[in-house]
């Protein structure tokens, strides 16, 4: 129940705005033990903020992951939009190439760095199935970040 509710916490603030997300999410035990999540730090010692550089490549790979989706939104059968695709994932590609190297080092703390960029590279491709492939990056990024906030 509890695993549940945190995926749902989860996936509802990767929708929020990317200026909200760039915050330190602090996780502190509340009544009875259970989880709260806060901007601010815990009162004791009993914390554990989500920051550095796996929070900061989780957040690049969502905004790339969103990216994407923007990208692949106008895909259409006609021949032009295919080419407007083409065009358009060229300076795309570039970033997601340009961050193999930062997510390989994290891929050592978690698979999931590993398998949430192979998917983003699927992303980068203009063909229908590419947007699956955004969001399977963020689902990985989604176990991610509940790695990283585990007591």
Same mark, same amino acid.
């Given at each position: 129940?509890?695993?549940?509710?945190?995926?749902?916490?989860?996936?509802?603030?990767?929708?929020?705005?990317?200026?909200?997300?760039?915050?330190?999410?602090?996780?502190?035990?509340?009544?009875?033990?259970?989880?709260? !999540?806060?901007? @601010?730090?815990?009162?004791?010692?009993? %914390?554990?903020?989500?920051?550095?550089?796996?929070?900061?490549?989780?957040?690049? =790979?969502?905004?790339?992951?969103?990216?994407?989706?923007?990208?692949?939104?106008?895909?259409?059968?006609?021949?032009?939009?295919?080419?407007?695709?083409?065009?358009?994932?060229?300076? !795309?590609?570039? %970033?997601?190439?340009?961050?193999?190297?930062?997510?390989? @080092?994290?891929?050592? %703390?978690?698979?999931?760095?590993?398998?949430?960029?192979?998917?983003?590279?699927?992303?980068?491709?203009?063909?229908?199935?590419?947007?699956?492939?955004?969001?399977?990056?963020?689902?990985? =990024?989604?176990?991610?970040?509940? @790695?990283?906030?585990? !007591?």
């Amino acid at each position: 129940m509890i695993r549940s509710f945190l995926l749902i916490l989860i996936v509802l603030c990767s929708q929020l705005p990317l200026s909200a997300q760039a915050q330190d999410v602090f996780r502190c035990r509340g009544p009875g033990g259970v989880a709260v !999540f806060q901007a @601010t730090p815990c009162k004791d010692l009993d %914390e554990a903020a989500v920051r550095g550089p796996s929070r900061d490549m989780v957040l690049e =790979m969502r905004r790339l992951a969103n990216k994407g989706r923007a990208i692949i939104a106008d895909l259409g059968a006609d021949v032009n939009s295919i080419k407007r695709c083409q065009k358009s994932m060229v300076p !795309f590609v570039r %970033e997601v190439s340009a961050i193999k190297t930062q997510v390989m @080092t994290l891929a050592a %703390e978690s698979r999931e760095f590993k398998n949430g960029y192979a998917a983003l590279e699927d992303c980068a491709q203009c063909r229908a199935a590419a947007s699956s492939y955004c969001r399977q990056v963020d689902q990985h =990024m989604d176990r991610v970040m509940m @790695t990283l906030m585990q !007591f």
